[in-house]
């Protein structure tokens, strides 16, 4: 049982280039994020999905797009990165709603820079 | 994992001390809260959690203390080990969100001495 994985683990971008980050959990969850985590800043919500098919915005969604096609994946997706976005980003997945299901578990994390 | 720490209210203690490790919240209608571990280099770890219908709740050497009153969380860390150092969130649940999402507050530090 692996959790929550992230691909890749770091990646070094030019301004103005494409990448997608991809997210995979293996506890058959329902929810799933996408967070950034700068420093001093804690973690921000930047999508969210609440199952398959459906994706929604949270609090930083500008500047990227995600993709739920798959239970058990969530891409983020950036069309055209920008120095603003060197960050590290977390995925994590929880079971269901309801506070029995807020419970959050966390991947490793990617750390992006974009010079 | 090292920059997620710049900044941010720190609390050194020696080890086998108790410690304490405050959150104030912003919404008095939150009725979930939730606290993480992140340790440098890796993911959030859930901790502990308690409902706004409970003011405290304990589990293995941490105890969370909810006032609502005043809108404070605390945990707290018996006997702490230099395993303990790593950054603490405290997370609420925004009404509204339908128990769908957490807000994380910005954390706290926590570094213990040998």
């Known amino acids: 049982n692996a959790g929550v994985t992230q691909t890749p683990k770091f990646r070094v971008l030019k301004t103005g280039q494409s990448m997608t980050l991809l997210c995979a959990q293996d506890?058959?969850?329902?929810?799933m994020y996408w967070y950034r985590q700068d420093p001093g800043m804690g973690l921000r919500l930047i999508h969210y999905?609440?199952?398959?098919?459906?994706?929604a915005k949270g609090e930083v969604p500008d500047g990227y797009n995600v993709s739920r096609l798959k239970k058990q994946n969530f891409l983020l997706g950036l069309e055209s990165a920008a120095p603003s976005q060197t960050s590290v980003y977390f995925c994590?997945?929880?079971?269901?709603?309801?506070?029995?299901?807020?419970?959050?578990?966390f991947g490793p994390g990617t750390r992006l820079t974009v010079t | 994992g090292e920059s997620v720490g710049l900044h941010l209210p720190t609390l050194s203690v020696q080890e086998g001390d108790n410690s304490i490790i405050n959150c104030a919240y912003s919404?008095?209608?939150?009725?979930?809260f939730i606290w993480y571990k992140q340790e440098s280099g890796k993911g959030p770890q859930f901790i502990i959690d308690?409902?706004?219908?409970?003011d405290k709740r304990q589990g293995q050497r941490v105890t969370v203390l909810l006032n609502k009153t005043v809108k404070h969380l605390s945990l707290q860390i018996a006997a702490t080990q230099p395993g303990d150092s790593a950054v603490y969130f405290c997370?609420?649940?925004?009404?509204?969100?339908?128990?769908?999402?957490?807000?994380f507050g910005k954390g706290t530090m926590l570094l213990v001495s040998p």
């Open positions: 994590a997945s929880s079971y269901l709603g309801g506070t029995s299901g807020l419970k959050q578990y």
């Open positions: 506890m058959n969850h329902e929810y």
């Open positions: 999905s609440v199952g398959e098919g459906t994706t």
């Open positions: 919404n008095s209608a939150s009725d979930y």
């Open positions: 308690i409902r706004s219908n409970m």
């Open positions: 997370a609420e649940n925004p009404p509204g969100s339908g128990y769908s999402t957490l807000t």
